[in-house]
Protein backbone atom coordinates (compact mmCIF):
# COMPACT_ATOMS: atom_id res chain seq x y z
CA UNK A 1 0.00 0.00 0.00
CA UNK A 2 1.07 3.34 -0.73
CA UNK A 3 1.24 5.76 2.07
CA UNK A 4 2.58 9.67 1.76
CA UNK A 5 4.53 11.33 4.98
CA UNK A 6 4.58 15.13 5.54
CA UNK A 7 7.48 15.44 8.49
CA UNK A 8 6.45 18.54 9.80
CA UNK A 9 2.58 19.72 10.71
CA UNK A 10 3.33 23.28 10.63
CA UNK A 11 6.40 25.66 9.27
CA UNK A 12 6.81 29.08 10.59
CA UNK A 13 9.16 31.43 8.45
CA UNK A 14 9.25 35.04 7.70
CA UNK A 15 8.68 36.80 4.91
CA UNK A 16 11.18 37.19 1.98
CA UNK A 17 12.97 34.15 3.42
CA UNK A 18 13.42 30.32 1.63
CA UNK A 19 11.23 27.65 2.67
CA UNK A 20 10.87 23.61 2.48
CA UNK A 21 8.27 21.40 2.82
CA UNK A 22 9.15 17.66 3.15
CA UNK A 23 7.30 14.91 1.47
CA UNK A 24 8.70 11.26 1.49
CA UNK A 25 6.53 8.36 -0.10
CA UNK A 26 6.47 4.44 -0.09
CA UNK A 27 5.96 2.56 -2.66
CA UNK A 28 7.13 -0.57 -4.03
CA UNK A 29 5.21 0.85 -7.77
CA UNK A 30 6.01 3.61 -9.60
CA UNK A 31 3.74 7.56 -8.45
CA UNK A 32 2.99 10.26 -9.97
CA UNK A 33 3.69 12.61 -6.93
CA UNK A 34 1.68 16.01 -6.28
CA UNK A 35 1.55 18.74 -4.48
CA UNK A 36 -1.54 20.74 -3.40
CA UNK A 37 -2.51 23.86 -1.56
CA UNK A 38 -5.53 24.78 0.49
CA UNK A 39 -6.02 28.47 1.69
CA UNK A 40 -8.35 29.12 4.56
CA UNK A 41 -11.76 28.18 3.71
CA UNK A 42 -10.95 27.47 0.11
CA UNK A 43 -10.49 23.93 -1.73
CA UNK A 44 -7.31 22.66 -3.15
CA UNK A 45 -6.10 23.99 -5.93
CA UNK A 46 -3.13 21.71 -7.80
CA UNK A 47 0.68 23.83 -7.26
CA UNK A 48 2.60 21.28 -9.17
CA UNK A 49 3.13 17.97 -10.27
CA UNK A 50 5.88 14.89 -11.23
CA UNK A 51 4.53 12.55 -13.84
CA UNK A 52 7.68 11.65 -15.55
CA UNK A 53 11.10 13.58 -17.15
CA UNK A 54 12.79 16.06 -15.36
CA UNK A 55 13.21 15.61 -11.65
CA UNK A 56 13.23 18.92 -10.77
CA UNK A 57 9.33 20.83 -11.80
CA UNK A 58 8.71 24.15 -11.53
CA UNK A 59 4.91 24.84 -9.93
CA UNK A 60 2.83 28.38 -9.47
CA UNK A 61 3.44 31.05 -7.72
CA UNK A 62 7.26 30.67 -7.73
CA UNK A 63 6.96 26.95 -5.77
CA UNK A 64 9.30 24.02 -7.34
CA UNK A 65 9.97 20.77 -6.13
CA UNK A 66 12.45 17.93 -6.97
CA UNK A 67 11.62 14.12 -7.26
CA UNK A 68 14.48 11.84 -5.41
CA UNK A 69 13.86 8.39 -6.27
CA UNK A 70 16.53 6.86 -4.07
CA UNK A 71 15.38 8.81 -1.92
CA UNK A 72 11.81 8.68 -2.32
CA UNK A 73 10.89 12.00 -1.43
CA UNK A 74 9.19 15.02 -2.98
CA UNK A 75 9.96 18.35 -1.13
CA UNK A 76 8.90 21.60 -1.74
CA UNK A 77 10.38 24.79 -1.88
CA UNK A 78 10.34 28.44 -2.36
CA UNK A 79 13.16 30.67 -2.44
CA UNK A 80 11.60 33.65 -1.00
CA UNK A 81 8.24 33.36 0.08
CA UNK A 82 5.22 36.11 0.86
CA UNK A 83 2.74 36.42 3.63
CA UNK A 84 -0.54 35.36 0.75
CA UNK A 85 1.61 31.68 0.76
CA UNK A 86 0.25 31.49 4.29
CA UNK A 87 -1.87 27.92 3.61
CA UNK A 88 -2.04 24.39 4.23
CA UNK A 89 0.20 22.33 1.66
CA UNK A 90 -0.64 19.31 1.32
CA UNK A 91 1.59 16.16 -1.02
CA UNK A 92 0.11 13.37 -2.85
CA UNK A 93 0.25 10.61 -4.93
CA UNK A 94 -1.37 8.62 -7.41
CA UNK A 95 0.05 4.88 -8.28
CA UNK A 96 0.75 4.32 -11.99
CA UNK A 97 -1.78 2.70 -13.98
CA UNK A 98 -3.83 2.16 -10.84
CA UNK A 99 -6.74 4.74 -11.15
CA UNK A 100 -7.05 8.13 -10.52
CA UNK A 101 -6.86 7.83 -6.83
CA UNK A 102 -5.23 10.97 -4.85
CA UNK A 103 -3.64 9.43 -1.61
CA UNK A 104 -2.64 12.55 0.47
CA UNK A 105 -0.29 13.37 3.35
CA UNK A 106 -1.45 15.07 6.60
CA UNK A 107 -0.51 18.07 5.28
CA UNK A 108 2.22 21.01 6.94
CA UNK A 109 0.72 24.60 7.83
CA UNK A 110 3.02 26.83 5.70
CA UNK A 111 2.58 30.24 8.55
CA UNK A 112 4.50 33.48 7.07
CA UNK A 113 5.29 35.90 8.99
CA UNK A 114 6.25 39.81 9.06
CA UNK B 1 -17.36 30.94 -13.86
CA UNK B 2 -17.66 28.25 -11.44
CA UNK B 3 -15.75 24.79 -12.35
CA UNK B 4 -16.64 22.86 -9.77
CA UNK B 5 -19.29 24.08 -7.23
CA UNK B 6 -20.66 22.64 -4.22
CA UNK B 7 -24.10 23.21 -2.05
CA UNK B 8 -24.65 24.33 0.55
CA UNK B 9 -21.39 25.86 1.80
CA UNK B 10 -22.12 25.42 5.38
CA UNK B 11 -24.67 22.65 7.07
CA UNK B 12 -25.65 22.35 10.60
CA UNK B 13 -27.85 19.66 11.03
CA UNK B 14 -28.64 17.33 14.20
CA UNK B 15 -27.44 13.92 15.04
CA UNK B 16 -30.15 11.33 13.66
CA UNK B 17 -30.76 13.43 10.94
CA UNK B 18 -30.69 12.49 6.85
CA UNK B 19 -28.81 15.30 4.76
CA UNK B 20 -27.57 15.63 1.23
CA UNK B 21 -24.87 17.44 -0.46
CA UNK B 22 -24.83 18.25 -3.91
CA UNK B 23 -21.76 19.04 -6.49
CA UNK B 24 -22.16 20.34 -10.08
CA UNK B 25 -19.07 21.02 -12.61
CA UNK B 26 -19.61 22.62 -16.08
CA UNK B 27 -15.78 21.18 -16.79
CA UNK B 28 -17.55 18.70 -19.36
CA UNK B 29 -15.41 16.07 -17.42
CA UNK B 30 -16.58 12.00 -17.14
CA UNK B 31 -15.18 11.09 -13.64
CA UNK B 32 -16.57 13.03 -10.12
CA UNK B 33 -15.04 12.16 -6.45
CA UNK B 34 -15.69 12.97 -3.16
CA UNK B 35 -13.53 13.36 -0.42
CA UNK B 36 -13.56 14.01 3.32
CA UNK B 37 -11.30 15.73 5.37
CA UNK B 38 -10.89 15.23 9.16
CA UNK B 39 -10.95 18.00 11.82
CA UNK B 40 -7.04 17.27 11.83
CA UNK B 41 -7.37 17.99 8.16
CA UNK B 42 -6.38 14.45 6.75
CA UNK B 43 -7.79 13.83 3.05
CA UNK B 44 -9.50 10.67 2.05
CA UNK B 45 -11.16 9.85 -1.25
CA UNK B 46 -14.66 8.44 -0.63
CA UNK B 47 -15.98 7.76 -3.99
CA UNK B 48 -15.65 7.78 -7.61
CA UNK B 49 -17.64 7.70 -10.70
CA UNK B 50 -16.83 7.46 -14.14
CA UNK B 51 -20.10 8.03 -16.81
CA UNK B 52 -22.16 7.95 -13.25
CA UNK B 53 -21.19 4.21 -12.87
CA UNK B 54 -19.06 3.75 -9.56
CA UNK B 55 -15.46 2.57 -9.71
CA UNK B 56 -14.39 3.75 -6.31
CA UNK B 57 -15.74 2.99 -2.98
CA UNK B 58 -13.55 3.36 -0.11
CA UNK B 59 -14.38 1.75 3.29
CA UNK B 60 -17.61 4.01 3.54
CA UNK B 61 -20.18 3.27 5.67
CA UNK B 62 -23.27 2.28 4.27
CA UNK B 63 -25.31 5.30 5.28
CA UNK B 64 -22.73 7.47 2.65
CA UNK B 65 -24.80 6.70 -0.53
CA UNK B 66 -23.25 8.74 -3.99
CA UNK B 67 -25.87 9.45 -6.76
CA UNK B 68 -24.86 10.68 -9.95
CA UNK B 69 -27.97 11.72 -11.83
CA UNK B 70 -26.24 12.62 -14.93
CA UNK B 71 -21.83 13.16 -15.05
CA UNK B 72 -22.18 16.74 -14.55
CA UNK B 73 -23.14 15.98 -10.92
CA UNK B 74 -22.39 13.83 -8.13
CA UNK B 75 -24.51 14.01 -4.82
CA UNK B 76 -23.51 12.58 -1.50
CA UNK B 77 -26.64 11.74 0.88
CA UNK B 78 -25.65 10.95 4.15
CA UNK B 79 -28.59 8.60 6.41
CA UNK B 80 -28.58 8.69 9.82
CA UNK B 81 -25.97 11.70 10.44
CA UNK B 82 -23.16 10.72 13.36
CA UNK B 83 -21.08 13.25 15.13
CA UNK B 84 -17.90 11.97 13.38
CA UNK B 85 -19.67 12.92 9.81
CA UNK B 86 -19.08 16.10 11.06
CA UNK B 87 -16.09 17.46 8.59
CA UNK B 88 -15.76 19.04 5.27
CA UNK B 89 -16.37 17.42 2.52
CA UNK B 90 -14.76 17.64 -1.12
CA UNK B 91 -16.34 16.95 -4.79
CA UNK B 92 -13.97 17.07 -7.51
CA UNK B 93 -13.95 16.52 -11.10
CA UNK B 94 -11.64 14.76 -13.87
CA UNK B 95 -11.36 13.65 -17.30
CA UNK B 96 -12.62 10.37 -18.39
CA UNK B 97 -10.37 7.77 -16.36
CA UNK B 98 -7.16 6.31 -18.50
CA UNK B 99 -3.72 4.49 -18.10
CA UNK B 100 -2.63 7.52 -17.75
CA UNK B 101 -3.17 10.28 -14.80
CA UNK B 102 -5.76 13.36 -15.24
CA UNK B 103 -5.87 16.11 -13.12
CA UNK B 104 -8.70 16.36 -10.70
CA UNK B 105 -10.18 20.31 -9.87
CA UNK B 106 -11.81 20.60 -6.24
CA UNK B 107 -15.45 22.43 -5.41
CA UNK B 108 -14.68 24.74 -2.82
CA UNK B 109 -16.44 22.53 0.04
CA UNK B 110 -19.33 22.18 2.14
CA UNK B 111 -18.65 22.05 6.04
CA UNK B 112 -20.97 19.61 7.90
CA UNK B 113 -21.55 20.03 11.68
CA UNK B 114 -23.26 17.29 13.22
CA UNK B 115 -24.63 18.82 16.90
Known amino acids: AQSVTQLDSQVPVFEEAPVELRCNYSSSVSVYLFWYVQYPNQGLQLLLKYLSGSTLVKGINGFEAEFNKSQTSFHLRKPSVHISDTAEYFC????????????FGTGTQLKVEL | DTAVSQTPKYLVTQMGNDKSIKCEQN?????MYWYKQDSKKFLKIMFSYNNKELIINETVPNRFSPKSPDKAHLNLHINSLELGDSAVYFC??????????????FGPGTRLTVL
Open chain 2, 27 to 31: LGHDT
Open chain 1, 92 to 103: AVIITGGGNKLT
Open chain 2, 92 to 105: ASSQALSGTYNEQF
